[in-house]
């Protein structure tokens, strides 16, 4: 039996089957995101084998997935355009050296034309793959609870503004 038909009926929370799949180390350091998350009253629910939605008001912000002995974060493309907006130059430079991406001979993306673009004010690249971060270390996991915070509040201020 796969491990999506062992979770399909009980959903379980992250904390429940990460020591399950993690070695001490990565388990540590799952469960302090998985803390991180439920503190900043970001909704986490199960969506498949060993993954879960990271959610605020109904908007998907990431995954967390555990898979061959590795934990990964995975950021929603769509909200790629709004890391222009980030003021925090070390939060920018964590992101640029996690993000997946190539260079585009015109600027536009003819694989992915429906992705948002986001270039760093550098020229011709194209970021319209998903940001993830492997098993983070220390370091790497506090910047990606910045850029969880970063995301939370860039969707509720897109709530807001909806809502005008």
Not at 24 to 44: G, H, M, P, Q, S
């Amino acid at each position: 039996m796969s491990i999506y038909q062992n979770q399909k009926s009980i959903k379980p929370k992250p904390e429940d089957v990460a020591a399950d799949f993690l070695d001490n180390k990565k388990t540590e350091l799952f469960l302090d995101i998985i803390d991180f998350i439920r503190a900043d009253k970001i909704n986490i629910s199960w969506v498949s084998g060993n993954s879960w939605g990271l959610n605020v008001k109904g908007k998907r912000i990431a995954f967390l997935k555990i898979c061959n002995g590795n934990w990964i974060f995975r950021q929603q493309p769509r909200h790629m355009k709004f890391y222009n907006e980030m003021k925090n130059d070390d939060l920018k430079n964590f992101v640029c050296s996690y993000i997946c991406a190539k260079t585009c001979i015109d600027g536009t993306c003819d694989e992915h034309p429906n992705m948002p673009k986001t270039d760093f004010n550098a020229p011709n690249v194209c970021t319209c793959w998903p940001l993830r971060i492997y098993d983070p270390d220390k370091e790497a996991l506090e910047y990606t609870k910045q850029l969880i915070a970063f995301s939370k509040k860039y969707i509720l201020n897109e709530l807001q503004v909806m809502k005008a």
